[in-house]
């Protein structure tokens, strides 16, 4: 009797969050979670993202690429996807809707000054077009 056990594909999770308010279309996502029911084969996964089927970039990765930014360039519902490979060639996915109501980021740079009580002082506050 011949017994062929196949490799399963990977295990695919991700988290999705607003990275903070005052950037409302930039995510962390995390893949870290995704694994191999192969053991050990978690070592050997190769993560790829997707935005609206276009692979895409993250911003700020850890080595494997399993967790990053990424800024979302104008409102409205993207489709975000992970692809998990594994050593044997195996892939699953997984897929989020993220819902982005504004682009509007603003940065606030402040400089330590001494005023005198009673007089302005300049805050400068910078958004991208």
Request: charged content about 25%; hydrophobic content about 35%.
């Amino acid at each position: 009797m011949e017994v062929n056990i196949d490799s399963l594909p990977p295990i695919v999770e991700f988290t999705s969050e607003i990275v903070s308010s005052a950037t409302p279309n930039m995510y962390l996502f995390d893949g870290t979670n995704s694994f191999d029911p192969d053991y050990p084969d978690n070592q050997r996964l190769r993560f790829e993202w997707f935005v609206d089927d276009a692979p895409i970039q993250l911003l700020e990765t850890n080595e494997k690429n399993s967790r990053g930014k990424y800024i979302f360039p104008a409102k409205g519902t993207y489709r975000v996807t992970l692809r998990v490979t594994d050593a044997d060639g195996k892939s699953q996915n997984t897929k989020k809707n993220i819902k982005i109501n504004s682009i509007l980021s603003l940065k606030l740079t402040l400089r330590p000054e001494v005023v005198k009580r009673g007089t302005s002082t300049l805050l400068v506050v910078t958004a991208p077009p």
